[in-house]
């Protein structure tokens, strides 16, 4: 285990602690304090005060030799982890860009996505709400065009007096005002502009009913609508027009599936 570590540590670049530069540091020096007062008593020096300074001298300049060689080594080991782990660090920033850069381009993607499935349902809903227009319009133009006949007939055969103009013109502005109204309720069942309100459930799904009412009848189908909860009970926040657009298409397809 020893021996892993020793190399895990030089695979790394510092194969010396602070600890062990001390230990070494003091091994040496017990070896010399120990071992040079025998050698100088051994040889028997004269002098032996002068000789003990000199050895002391020695002693600080080899340790200080010593000292310096090892924390050359150290701190050349701590540079060059340092700049692997400056290098890792850069590399682990260029693959957190590439990884954002890809991350924002699929973001992108999954959002012109969405934008295309979203401007394809309000086509449809816009083809759909046409279709309901042209049905609701289609016989109150009948009902003009025979009142516009009846004048020139009324008129070659000399009955067209101030009465009978009267009820024509009446009869022909009740049935102009019921397209206004029809105009105004899908103006008001289709805002051009949604936005987040309270609204009833009841009335939504009433006026959808009032909307799609005379395709219903065309296809002989007949609608239940009897909520069991009071109508004041039904108030919710959201995106009315959203509902009332979801809400339609539910019943077209319901009677298309018929």
């Known amino acids: 285990m020893l021996a892993d570590k020793t190399k895990k540590r030089r695979g790394n670049g510092i194969w010396l602690s ?19 007062d025998r050698f100088l008593v051994a040889i028997g020096v004269e002098n032996i005060t002068y000789w003990q300074t000199l050895k002391g001298w020695a002693f600080v300049s080899l340790s200080a030799g010593l000292i310096y060689y090892l924390t050359q080594r150290l701190s050349q080991s701590l ?24 991350v924002s381009a699929g973001i992108e993607r999954e959002r012109q996505s969405e934008q295309m499935i979203i401007e394809q349902a309000r086509l449809l809903a816009l083809g759909e709400t046409l279709r309901l227009i042209a049905h609701h319009w289609r016989q109150p133009l009948t009902c ?15 009955e067209l007096d101030s009465a009978y103009l009267a009820r024509t013109s009446r009869e022909t502005m009740a049935t102009l005002e019921r397209l206004s109204q029809t105009i105004n309720n899908f103006i008001h069942f289709f805002p051009s502009s ?49 509902f009332n657009q979801t809400l339609s298409s539910v019943l077209n397809n319901a009677r298309e599936a018929i």
Request: proline content about 3%.
């Open 144 to 158: 003009i065009a025979l009142a516009v006949q009846e004048l020139e007939e009324a008129h070659e055969h000399g």
């Open 18 to 36: 602070p600890l062990h530069i001390a230990l070494i540091y003091l091994f040496l020096s017990v070896l010399w304090i120990f071992y040079s």
């Open 79 to 102: 540079q060059a982890a340092l700049k692997k782990s400056q290098a890792a660090h850069r590399a682990l920033e260029e693959l957190n860009r590439e990884l954002n850069d890809r």
């Open 194 to 242: 949604d936005r987040w309100q309270a609204f009833n459930l009841h009335q939504s799904a009433q006026e959808a009913l009032t909307i799609g009412e005379g395709i219903l009848k065309e296809h002989a189908i007949a609608i239940d609508f009897t909520p069991e909860a009071p109508q004041e009970q039904m108030v919710v926040e959201g995106y009315r027009g959203a």
